[in-house]
């Protein structure tokens, strides 16, 4: 599949993805559950924010989601599923809006612009996160994308969508660098704690408190009342 680089694009409307630790250690987990040891692959929505060309990626979910093998085209996304968790998040967080969705890919595949395309329903530049859960070498475990329309030089082609890769990275609040470490303490499974290391790692020198200490506290207080799996 085309991608375009960043530099490739003279009027950006995507920067940066910013994705939180705890929405990675959420995708792992998710993906262990469903999808370890087979050739699946796991999507789901993101939630967070963006602001002058920075998405910031601080909460997500997983979609049922099922594809055929043979042929890309044919694939399901539980879109009742979708809207059922998204009601429920906003009554969590209103601040947080469906900013894209996420794939453990592990890279780019030929059905994932038609499934880009469903998110233009909830914001005009979606980004695609593609999360590697078994990293073979140290380094971040995303890549992101946007999707722009490229115009043929020949009048007589038709344009297409294509993906421009965009730079991410890891960033997290003290809180939940505290929540990390936390969960580390608890975890068994070698992917997850191999991952969540190297990504605490690269946040050991972030700072900084703020709301999201009560986000975190109505989150769980949902899934006390069994409202959240």
């Known amino acids: 599949m085309d991608v375009i680089k960043t530099q490739q694009i003279s009027s950006r409307p995507i920067e940066k993805v910013i994705v939180h630790p705890l929405v ?6 998710n993906y262990n559950r469903v999808a370890k040891d087979t050739h699946k692959r796991v999507i789901g929505v993101l939630l967070g924010s963006s602001f002058k060309g920075t998405v910031d990626v ?3 979910y997983a979609v049922p989601f099922e594809e055929d093998d043979k042929d890309p085209s044919i694939c399901f996304l539980d879109h009742n599923y979708h809207e059922s968790m998204f009601s429920m998040f ?20 030929e059905n994932d612009l038609d499934i880009h395309g469903l ?16 990293p073979k070498e140290l380094g971040i ?7 722009v329309e490229e115009v043929k030089e020949n009048a007589t082609q038709k344009s297409q969508k294509v993906f421009v890769h965009v730079p991410s990275e890891i960033a997290a609040h003290e809180v939940e660098e505290i ?23 690269k946040l ?26």
């Open 24 to 29: 990675l250690l959420s995708i792992v987990d």
């Open 90 to 109: 906003k009554r969590i967080n209103a601040k947080e809006h469906v900013v894209g969705w996420y794939s453990t890919g592990p890279k780019l595949r």
């Open 119 to 134: 998110f233009h329903d909830y914001v005009p530049n979606p980004v695609l996160v593609i999360i590697d859960v078994q």
């Open 58 to 60: 601080t909460n997500s």
């Open 179 to 201: 929540g990390v470490e936390h969960l580390l303490r608890d975890v068994k499974d070698t992917t997850i704690s191999t991952l969540a290391t190297e990504v605490t790692g």
């Open 141 to 147: 475990p995303t890549k992101a994308y946007y999707a």
């Open 204 to 229: 050991a020198a972030l700072k900084g408190l703020d709301a999201r200490l009560r986000e975190i506290r109505g989150y769980l207080d949902v899934v006390v009342d069994e409202k959240l799996p």
